[in-house]
Structure formats: C-alpha cells, structure tokens
C-alpha cells in the first residue's frame, strides 16, 4: 500500500519561509517522480514543482521561479519544498503526489497514476 504524506505547512507572514517535506512509502520501484501542488479556493489545483527519480531533474511553475527549490533525500524517501519570499497569492492547500515514471525529467503537470497525500495548508498573511 502506497502512503504520500505531507507536513511542514502552517501561518507565515508575506516574505516569510517554510519547508514542506513528503515522505513516500509502499513503493515497489524506485523510479518515481514526487511532484508538489496547490489548491486555493476558486482556482484549479496547478503543478508547483517536480523532481525526477534521481533528483538531477527538476521543474517549476513560473510563479514560484527563483523563490521555490525542490530537493528529494532518496534514503528518507522524502522530497522538500524550501519555500522563501512568500506571498499571499501562494497561500493555498499543497498536495504532494508520487508518480512511477520511467522517463527522463518529471511532469509538472502530474501523470498517468499519482498516488496523493492528504495536504497541508499554508497561508501567507500580508
């Protein structure tokens, strides 16, 4: 049984940082991609970022260019999104998602079968 579980969300104030970390486990192959999304109230759920099976490939949304980095720790099976300089407009729900991927490089928009953590909630108070 696959589990994708986030944490690391919570109330910072605009400019401020957070980490958010998912953990993967129950995956038989090690070629995954873990990719990270949001969800805000009246908008579609978008690609944040996305990291290939051996980190060396990494995608992001134009909006977070520069202020996000994903980074992944094979022996933890864990991905970090080091959030900085955040804004309101990236207060949102993040979900993280597993993706079996033989490819080079990763979707940002997700793929065939994801499996989906539960969330976690950042707000960015200006």
């Known amino acids: 049984q696959v589990q994708v579980v986030e944490s690391g969300g919570g109330l910072v104030q605009a400019g401020g940082s957070l980490r958010l970390s998912c953990t993967v486990s129950?995956?038989?192959?090690?070629?995954?991609?873990v990719g990270w999304f949001r969800k805000s109230q009246g908008k579609e759920r978008e690609g944040v970022s996305c990291i290939g099976w051996s980190g060396g490939s990494t995608a992001y949304v134009d909006s977070v260019k520069g202020r996000f980095t994903i980074s992944r720790d094979n022996a933890k099976n864990t991905v970090y999104l080091q959030m900085s300089s955040l804004k309101p407009e990236d207060t949102a729900m993040y979900y993280c998602?597993?993706?079996?991927?033989?490819?080079?490089?990763?979707?940002?928009?997700?793929?065939?079968?994801?499996?989906w953590g539960q969330g976690t909630q950042v707000t960015v108070s200006s």
């Open positions: 129950g995956l038989t192959s090690t070629t995954y991609t």
């Open positions: 998602a597993a993706t079996p991927w033989s490819f080079s490089g990763c979707p940002l928009g997700g793929g065939v079968v994801n499996y």
